[in-house]
């Protein structure tokens, strides 16, 4: 016997309530995008036309619905919050960490750094921070402090004489300590009154109490008697093992 074959059209149809979202207490009423291929209405803590007024504290779930198919949006209105004050902050700090809000949001503003701001990228003055949300936000502000000596290391010789590594030195004024410094004022540096070694460390701490520090190589140079190659060779290499220049940072001449 031969088969029968019906046909029949199904019809998909969506319903989308949006994202979830936060907003603050008391800010502006927030019109909802919820979307649908058919007629839809919205029920719950909003009105017919899908607007919604946080006046009040707490987590709201609101119901698109479209034809018996229905989607859920949820709403975290939470309380106004005063500027968060971070006080002053040196510019050699390192990240900063910005505060942790339970409303759901997203930090913007200068040299961000995830949840965080980087001051040594920033000039110094007051910054202010904003998170983010549906129709309202947060606000962190922060005084840098200047501080800059400039390189974060040099190199010397035992034998050398006095020398101010770090002339450029802001704000001026403060303290410079250290081994080998013999001039507190101006960070008069004398490498024969310095311990031979790597990364001894000078710092500088400002008028403003900031501190950064300078770190001293203060190593003998040596370099191997002699080395021997034939005219046409390949070029060779000074900085390389077979001379054994110490410290590997220098200049050659010659």
Do not use: K, R
Request: charged letters at 10%; proline letters at 9%; aromatic letters at 12%.
């Amino acid at each position: 016997t031969e088969g029968c074959a019906l046909d029949t059209t199904v019809h998909m149809q969506y319903v989308e309530a949006g994202a979830d979202f936060s907003t603050c207490l008391g800010a502006d009423p927030v019109p909802l995008n919820g979307t649908s291929d058919l007629p839809a209405s919205w029920f719950g803590y909003v009105s017919p036309a899908g607007i919604f007024n946080p006046d009040s504290i707490g987590t709201f779930e609101l119901y698109y619905n479209a034809s018996g198919c229905m989607d859920t949006v949820t709403i975290e209105v939470a309380p106004a919050e005063p500027p968060t004050a971070l006080g002053d902050v040196c510019q050699t700090a390192g990240d900063q960490p910005l505060p942790d809000f339970e409303a759901a949001g997203y930090w913007t503003g200068p040299a961000l750094n995830g949840d965080a701001f980087d001051p040594e990228v920033l000039s110094a003055g007051v910054y202010t921070w904003l998170y983010n949300l549906t129709g309202c936000n947060y606000l962190a502000v922060a005084n840098i402090l200047p501080i800059d000596i400039g390189d974060d290391a040099f190199t010397s010789c035992p034998e050398q004489d006095a020398f101010i590594p770090s002339p450029g030195f802001t704000p001026s004024g403060g303290t410079w300590q250290g081994a080998g410094i013999s001039n507190s004022s101006t960070g008069l540096f004398d490498p024969g009154n310095a311990p031979e070694g790597w990364n001894q460390p000078l710092v500088y701490t400002a008028p403003n109490g900031c501190m950064d520090t300078l770190f001293n190589h203060n190593v003998m140079t040596a370099i191997a008697p002699s080395y021997e190659t034939c005219n046409g060779l390949a070029e060779v290499d000074l900085h390389g093992n077979e001379i054994a220049a110490v410290p590997w940072c220098g200049t050659w001449t010659g």
